[in-house]
């Protein structure tokens, strides 16, 4: 078994459901300060431990994967989620895909370069706590100004190895109304709440984002993704609640699109961000996509876009909007289903990909 794979395990057998990176971070920061990483460990939260690993002077190349996974869901596993069990090719657990190998073939990666004979390239690995919930380590760290500035930012997503150029934005919001309360029998007495959000609603769905599709994001989407209202059947209700889900692509302001759809609302219903991440994409013929491909990545295809949102939306502009690629060993649909799994050869695939990338990058 080669040293990703077992580490790939090792990772998968720590349980970061939802919480819990800390035991997660600790492998890690003793590989990385082993191999000469000055490593930092930063914790957003009690138990929600990320770390910033660097090595090298000069401006980084940033590595960046998070270490948290999603809830394993209802249906029974036929593979423990958290005995990293070896099956032919395939290594099942819980982040398997999404996204422990792409963190261990990180490490091992940046492990042989700065062991290795052309190692000039400076690095910053950064592991974060919180992704699948908002980004909120990555947000925390940039906010502390832990993040450097990068010559690019290699995100190890589960791509199935293929480099990815970017991915559309993210912007949740929530729509309360408000009414008044009275007995189901006498509504004229009270103020419906739902016939309110119920509005609002047809509004969103009405709204036009504004924009021409991008040529290779394509086009921005909304959807209402929730609702809840009332408490019981025979009474007005006075609160209503719908959750809306914007995906944005390069060009749309976030906090213009908000107002815009602000205004569509009428003034009946109130309108609270809980999540805004804008889009990431990087131009194919960057020299940083070029030096990915060259050392074995699959090239970007017809769908150059990941169908999911990174860390890369609040990492990429604190690197000083370095070029970003996504590109990880695990298979994107594998990514929170029930008896995920990885291929092993691409996560070892993905360490000769890495570590290629930046001995390409050390090249003269």
Request: glycine letters at 12%.
């Amino acid at each position: 078994m080669t040293d990703v794979v077992a580490l790939t395990r090792e990772l998968i057998r720590i349980d970061s459901v939802g919480g819990g990176e800390a035991a997660v971070a600790e492998p890690l920061a003793r590989r990385l300060e082993a191999a000469g990483f000055e490593v930092r460990a930063h914790d957003h939260a009690p138990g929600r431990t990320g770390l910033v690993a660097r090595w090298g002077t000069g401006v980084p190349v940033t590595l960046t994967g998070h270490l948290d996974t999603v809830p394993l869901g209802g249906r029974p596993w036929t593979h423990e989620p958290h005995t990293a069990e070896v099956d032919g090719d395939r290594l099942y657990g819980r982040g398997s895909s999404d996204m422990k190998a792409g963190v261990a073939a990180l490490v091992v990666a940046a492990e042989r370069h700065v062991r290795g004979p052309n190692h000039r390239v400076a690095l910053e690995i950064v592991l974060t706590a919180g992704e699948e919930t908002g980004c909120e380590g990555a947000i925390d760290m940039v906010a502390r100004g832990l993040v450097s500035r990068s010559r690019g930012l290699l995100v190890a997503e589960p791509t199935a190895n293929r480099a990815l150029l970017g991915h559309k934005g993210a912007l949740w919001l929530k729509a309360t109304a408000h009414g008044r309360t009275a007995h189901g029998s006498m509504p004229h007495l009270g103020d419906n709440a739902i016939y309110k959000l119920a509005r609002a609603i047809g509004a969103v769905e009405r709204f036009d984002p504004g924009v021409s599709p991008h040529p290779w994001l394509g086009a921005p989407t909304v959807n209402v993704g929730t609702v809840h209202g009332g408490i019981n059947v025979n009474s007005v209700p006075d609160l209503a609640e719908a959750t809306v889900d914007m995906r944005t692509v390069t060009g749309q302001d976030h906090t213009e699109l908000r107002e815009r759809l602000r205004e569509r609302l009428d003034g009946e219903t109130s309108l609270e961000v809980l999540t805004d991440l804008p889009s990431v994409w990087t131009d194919p013929d960057d020299p940083f996509v070029r030096v990915l491909v060259a050392a074995g990545a699959r090239p970007p295809g017809e769908r150059p876009a990941a169908s999911y949102f990174t860390d890369a939306s609040v990492l990429a502009t604190a690197c000083g909007d370095a070029p970003t690629v996504i590109c990880g060993p695990g298979e994107p649909e594998q990514a929170h289903v029930t008896d995920e799994y990885c291929e092993i050869p691409r996560i070892e695939e993905a360490v000769e990909i890495y570590a290629g990338a930046l001995a390409g990058l050390s090249a003269p």
